[in-house]
């Protein structure tokens, strides 16, 4: 199936959770929040949270500085 990740088309398995497209982006877990289509996913259900055909996913990571 293809989701958009980050702004980039994919192409991945169907069935393919949350936390299987943060794995496809980026080894972190710490410092991570991830929406899919615009809502808030907590890490809590990443696991169990399937995405579907078409799903905009934006995996963000929060940076030290200022």
């Known amino acids: 199936?293809?989701?958009t990740i980050n702004g980039?088309?994919?192409e991945v398995p169907d069935g393919t959770?949350?936390?299987q497209a943060?794995?496809?982006?980026?080894?972190?877990?710490a410092?991570?929040?991830v929406a899919v289509n615009d809502e808030v996913v907590?890490?809590?259900t990443w696991e169990t949270?399937?995405?579907r055909d078409s799903d905009?996913?934006?995996?963000?990571t929060a940076v030290q500085g200022g």
């Open 1 to 3: 199936m293809k989701v």
């Open 8 to 10: 980039d088309a994919r």
């Open 17 to 19: 959770t949350v936390a």
């Open 22 to 29: 943060v794995r496809i982006l980026t080894g972190l877990t």
């Open 31 to 33: 410092g991570v929040a």
């Open 42 to 44: 907590t890490r809590g």
């Open 49 to 51: 949270t399937p995405l």
């Open 56 to 60: 905009r996913v934006e995996v963000l």
